[in-house]
Nanobody, 127 residues
Framework: QVQLVESGGGLVQAGDSLRLSCAAS??????MGWFRQAPGKEREFVAA???????????NYANSVKGRFTGSRDNVKNTVYLQMNNLKPEDTAVYYC???????????????????WGQGTQVTVSS
């Protein structure tokens, strides 16, 4: 059974940092992604990370988070992380991790490519 367990959300002030974690179990994946959904808005892509072999990683970020958010993976723990620095009030949302078994160019992944989703974790950034 595929399971994605997220952690790390919380309430912070603008300029602070948070690190989200997503532990995957049940199968292997080709890529994992982070998405977010703010109240009244559609879900949007945040970041994706894919891998080839043990040490080759590919990453893609939404323009709104480039330079502030960094994705990484611990292949021993089968866990991906999203380090979020210099958080802004507009980053407030429920963040979801997702996993994909498709192999695509890193900048080609979209929501439907991810067949497994975590439960979501709330990130709230106050001004």
């Amino acid at each position: 059974q595929v399971q994605l367990v997220e952690s790390g959300g919380g309430l912070v002030q603008a300029g602070d940092s948070l690190r989200l974690s997503c532990a995957a179990s049940g199968r292997t994946f080709s890529a994992m992604g982070w998405f977010r959904q703010a109240p009244g808005k559609e879900r949007e892509f945040v970041a994706a990370i894919s891998w080839s072999g043990r040490n080759a990683y590919y990453k893609n970020y939404a323009n709104s988070v480039k330079g502030r958010f960094t994705g990484s993976r611990d292949n021993v723990k089968n866990t991906v992380y999203l380090q979020m620095n210099n958080l802004k009030p507009e980053d407030t949302a429920v963040y979801y991790c997702a996993a994909s078994s498709f192999v695509r160019p890193i900048d080609s992944y979209t929501g439907p490519d991810f067949g497994s989703w975590g439960q979501g974790t709330q990130v709230t950034v106050s001004s």
